[in-house]
């Protein structure tokens, strides 16, 4: 079959996508670009943040931190047009950005990816000397730190009062026989079979064994509590009452509850799952100022680790800082959230990065899971 020609309408469609991504290249499209999420950073700090820094540069601010990654790997990595597709010949690489925030579940793929730089030292500056150890270790990676953490949540169990009775508390509760068929758990293999080995009184990173009975047993038991797995419509579900229960983040739970009160939030006492969003440096090949894009990367970071900056970002974000804050420094509403409580912090887990051969094992025994055969 012969290629096909482009219509009057493709052709002119690639013509003006071209003409608009050319646009960027104007003089606010040379300065720097920091990537964000929409809602995730009050413009009045931005503003304070400029007036701060000497050095200019452009807010770009996304909705989802999927979107975040991928205009990470576009920038970096774009993968190559099909012949057929409208505006091939115009398309141009978007600009890489000078820092990005990443959702942490991303970062060792974008690692392994080739799509960060790690950060120099020089750069870290004092405040980062001063981090929660677990934080500094969080993005290192054989010597080397590949971000430096924001905020951060954790996994969490929401459940409608108005349909359970007694109140959940920990992992083992989503086992009881009248939860069958109303539980919902994310589309994640490492969240489901981690809450199983800390419903068995073990570490999210201790060494997993997909041969294991025990283990087995509890993940094909708990299979058939599940009404779904869902990462994206476990918060509908819910509100609708198709489900009791949802675990899910503490960031979209707490916001949630915030709009029906019908919802309870609980962390499990047993401990949970940390996610966190990190700072981190777009692989840049072609750099034509890196002493501008150093020292902006060095004024965010001290920006952003600023004792006095996290308790403001906290309170119009109702999200916690990697910054530990007093509870005194909380709003009333936040004050009481399970999440601010310092033993949240002390029982959370920070995940650990998996081998190759490790994460084989998780993906093995998740699909048994999920077809159940266990």
């Not at 002119?12 to 290249?25: D, K």
């Not at 489900?243 to 009160?261: E, F, I, K, R």
Request: net charge neutral; proline share 9%; aromatic share 10%.
């Amino acid at each position: 079959m012969g290629k096909q020609g482009l219509s009057r309408r493709e052709f002119l469609y690639g013509l003006l996508l071209g003409l608009a991504v050319a646009g960027c290249g104007g003089p606010r499209g040379s300065l720097p670009l920091i990537l964000a999420l929409k809602q995730g950073i009050p413009a009045s700090l931005v503003n304070e943040f400029r007036r701060r820094t000497q050095v200019r540069f452009r807010l770009q601010l996304l909705d989802e931190r999927a979107q975040l990654l991928a205009y990470l790997q576009q920038s970096v990595q774009p993968p190559e047009p099909a012949w057929w597709e409208p505006g091939r010949w115009f398309r141009r690489q978007p600009p890489a950005a000078a820092l990005s925030l990443l959702g942490a579940d991303a970062l060792d793929r974008a690692i392994a990816a080739g799509w960060l730089d790690p950060l120099p030292p020089d750069l870290l500056g004092e405040r980062w000397q001063h981090l929660d150890r677990r934080w500094q270790a969080a993005a290192r990676r054989e010597g080397q730190i590949w971000g430096v953490p924001w905020r951060w949540g954790v996994t969490a169990i929401a459940y409608r009062r108005d349909r359970v009775s007694d109140p959940i508390r920990d992992w083992a509760d989503l086992w009881r026989p009248e939860l069958a068929g109303k539980l919902t758990l994310p589309d994640h293999p490492r969240e489901v079979i981690g809450l199983v080995l800390k419903k068995l009184g073990r570490s999210y990173n201790d060494p997993l064994d997909p041969e294991e009975a025990e283990l087995r047993r509890e993940l094909g038991s708990l299979h058939r509590q599940v009404l779904a797995y869902t990462s994206a419509d476990y918060l509908p579900m819910l509100r609708l009452a198709d489900s009791w229960v949802a675990v899910g983040w503490s960031q979209d739970l707490y916001a949630t509850q915030a709009n029906y009160p019908e919802l309870e939030v609980a962390i499990p006492a047993s401990g949970s799952a940390i996610w966190w969003d990190v700072w981190v440096r777009p692989h840049r090949a072609h750099n034509a100022s890196p002493e501008l894009e150093g020292s902006l990367l060095a004024d965010w970071i001290d920006f952003v680790l600023t004792p006095e900056f996290a308790p403001r970002l906290v309170n119009l974000s109702g999200i916690p800082s990697v910054w530990p804050l007093d509870l005194a420094q909380l709003s009333p509403r936040l004050r009481r959230r399970a999440d601010f409580q310092p033993s949240t912090w002390e029982r959370a887990e920070i995940w650990r990065p998996l081998s190759p051969a490790e994460a084989e094992s998780y993906l093995r025994l998740w699909d048994q899971m999920r077809r159940g055969l266990l």
